[in-house]
């Protein structure tokens, strides 16, 4: 194999790298400009002006007051936060929650942690395309419920929901529901104005923005209480306590705001190349399209290949130098197949076959042609060796 070789890197799902006005602008915050916020002299009061000018700047993308927006470690730890600090501040009003059986683990391994507490979930189906059908959500509404969780655009297979239309039915049949949507897939192609969406709590992260891991946001709507699920001193308006990552959060600012200048245009380009992939690999035989074929997000191609295991392929595309993911990449070191793949209502067998490729800022159409000569004959190959064999 050759040192020379390309790296085509098609997971931005997984992450994306820190763009190179990200880590310039995080630069002065790690030996400068280094002091606690919570600080009162000049070194803290100076980092904490930092701060408060990257939460404006957040506030301002998602159309909200700085006031409601709080810097978390992660868009898992904002997930737990939105859930768990929801459903223990409101278990008073009742304790019965909704989500859907594809959420991302960050909601799912949540939501069964609060069924161990005594709260009850309703884990919501999904057709085909991975849509929330509008009179499943209506049906599992009783006035018992104080939180609904919603996926915006799927990590996996891409599927977008109307999730302004889903909140808006949540709250006809019950006005106190409290509707939280992760968006860290999203936020990097929509415009996540929450007084559009009306919704009550939003997750986003860092890292699939072109901004540093290990950071992330939860949108709190004023006059939503949320207990804090980290304990300690009183930072983030003592919703999250922890000397607050000052370099981190400046890069998330600053990758969100960079994303916006050019969100149109490079939509549209990818939306281009995605496209292009889907057609090319659905031109090989036993290859089905994963989620929605038009409700999915710009950069997103979920397929499964018949007769296959995705470790496999995974395998074969890396000795070229492609990066890819079989499934989700935050469960991709287990064997047992994508529980999304499962909930759109294919067997166990086309479940280990589903490959993901998640298209980014510095992905050509070259690497798209590249990958669809070369992965035929993978495919070829793999099958020439597998006893499966599933009816087309």
């Known amino acids: 194999m050759s040192k020379e070789r390309k790296t085509i890197y098609l997971d931005h799902a997984a992450t994306t790298y820190v ?12 030996q400068d400009i280094y002091g606690n ?16 000018d990257a939460r404006s700047k957040v506030a301002s993308i998602f159309n909200c007051e700085s006031s409601e927006i709080i810097f978390e470690g992660s868009g898992s730890e904002s997930d737990n936060h939105a859930l768990i600090g929801t459903a223990l501040a409101n278990q008073g009003n009742g304790k019965h929650l909704i989500t859907t059986a594809i959420e991302h683990h960050a909601v799912l391994h949540a939501m069964a942690y609060l069924e161990t507490l005594g709260f009850e979930v309703t884990y919501l189906p999904v057709d085909k395309d991975g849509l929330v059908k509008e009179q499943d959500l209506k049906d599992a509404i009783t ?27 949540s709250k006809e049949v019950n006005k106190d529901i409290i509707f939280h949507t992760d968006a860290c897939q999203s936020a990097a192609f929509y415009n996540l104005d929450v007084k559009d969406l009306d919704i009550d709590l939003m997750t986003i992260n ?35 306590a922890g000397t607050e990552n000052i370099p981190g959060i400046i890069g998330l600012a600053k990758a969100l705001e960079l994303i916006q200048t050019d969100m149109k245009e490079e939509n549209k380009r990818l939306i281009e190349l995605r496209d292009k992939l889907i057609k090319g690999l659905l031109t090989i035989p036993k290859v089905i399209l994963n989620g929605h074929p038009e409700k999915r997000l710009p950069n997103n191609v979920n397929v499964t290949i018949k007769d296959i295991e995705g470790e496999a392929m995974l395998l074969h595309l890396d000795e070229l130098g492609i990066c890819a993911s079989s499934g989700s990449a935050c469960t991709s070191g287990s064997l047992e197949p994508s529980h999304v793949i499962l909930a759109l209502g294919h067997p166990y067998e086309m479940a280990h076959g589903s490959m993901r490729f998640s298209l980014g800022r510095a992905n050509t159409e070259e690497d798209i042609e590249l990958l669809l000569k070369e992965f035929p004959s993978i495919i070829e190959k793999l099958r020439a060796m597998s006893p499966v064999n599933l009816k087309d």
């Open 143 to 169: 006035p018992k419920t104080i939180l609904v969780s919603i996926i915006h655009g799927h990590n996996e297979i891409g599927t977008v929901q109307d999730i302004k239309k889903l909140n808006k039915i």
């Open 19 to 30: 763009r190179d006005e990200v880590v310039k602008a995080m630069e002065p915050y790690w």
């Open 37 to 52: 916020p919570s600080s009162i002299y000049f070194k803290g009061q100076e980092a904490k002006r930092a701060l408060n």
């Open 206 to 240: 860092g890292s699939k923005i072109y901004g540093p891991k290990a950071t992330g946001v939860l949108y709190i709507k004023k006059g939503t209480i949320v207990n804090p699920i980290i304990h300690g001193g009183g930072q983030e308006k003592g919703k999250r």
